[in-house]
């Protein structure tokens, strides 16, 4: 072994590291799972957040997130809104008032607005507005999902007050956009797109953003980085994150990892499934 690969190797040794949002109860990983989360502890990666999306993938989620001890969120994702979603919705109030005891539900979400997708918005401002409800009365952070939306719901947020707040996952705005989350008491979670040479924007802003803000996450298996060595995206390109994030802020993997762990574990309320 190398002195590098022996510094390398310490290094990792003391970095606490977990994925903020990874849907690892996907499809796409029924062939390897078991080999997945093997490999995701030699590598210094505790845990991932596993997100809901939908009332039909709540089953499987929640067995994948029982069988690898993983916290999780339970929510309505604006790609699975109806126009009309009061059904999904009462499910999801079914599925949360079974489970609201569990220390292993952390979360509202997915949920959010995506105008990608907006055939259906009416829906998702119905659903979306439910589901912030649902979170002040639980006491729980929400998962947002925000895609060419952020004034329309940075105006749904200023009408709401979310005592735990949430994190706005895969961020991929403006300082200035960052600043008006971070003020309504969100978190910005970073994932791989900050690992594409032409993700400019995104760099300069997250070099400038407070690392208390900062929740690191893959959104496994999507948004694979580009010139990723496969197309389905895992939690083991969480190092390369931290380093990136190291690098922008001028400071070490290890302070990078510490406070986005920190973070995780405060917004999540981890510390007793995190020993």
């Known amino acids: 072994m190398t002195k590098l690969n022996s510094l ?10 977990l994925d903020s949002h990874a849907h690892l109860d996907d499809d796409l990983f029924d062939t390897d799972r078991d080999e997945l989360f093997e490999s995701m502890a030699q590598t210094g990666i505790e845990t991932a957040i596993i997100p809901g999306v939908s009332p039909e993938r709540w089953d499987k ?3 994948i997130a029982k069988r ?8 309505i994702h604006p790609w699975f809104c109806e126009d009309n979603p009061q059904q999904a919705l009462k499910q999801l109030t079914d599925k949360l008032n ?8 952390v979360a509202i979400g997915e949920c959010g ?7 259906n918005w009416d829906g998702q401002i119905i659903a979306l507005e439910a589901q912030l409800s649902m979170a002040q009365q639980l006491n729980l952070p929400v998962i947002l999902h925000v895609v060419k939306a952020h004034s329309e719901m940075l105006a749904i947020l200023k009408r709401y007050s979310l005592p735990r707040g949430g994190v706005i996952h895969g961020f991929y705005g403006s300082l200035e956009i960052a600043s008006e989350y971070i003020k309504l008491g969100f978190k910005l979670g970073i994932g791989g797109l900050i690992l594409n040479t032409s993700a ?10 407070p690392l208390e803000s900062l929740l690191i996450e893959t959104d496994s298996p999507a948004m694979t980085p580009r010139n990723a ?6 939690p083991l390109i969480l190092q390369s994150i931290i380093a990136e994030i190291a ?14 762990f920190r973070n995780a574990v405060q917004l999540f309320d981890l510390k007793l499934i995190l020993i």
Do not use: F, W
């Open 61 to 63: 989620q929640l067995d």
């Open 247 to 260: 690098n922008l802020h001028k400071k070490s993997s290890v302070l990078i990892s510490e406070h986005a």
């Open 68 to 75: 690898y001890s993983c916290p999780y969120g339970l929510g």
């Open 8 to 17: 390398n190797e310490r290094i990792m040794s003391t970095m606490r590291i």
């Open 98 to 105: 079974r489970y609201r005891e569990d220390p292993y539900l």
């Open 200 to 209: 400019r924007k995104l760099k300069t802003c997250v070099a400038q953003l």
């Open 229 to 234: 060595a496969e197309s389905r995206n895992t």
């Open 113 to 119: 607005l995506d105008k990608i997708r907006k055939d």
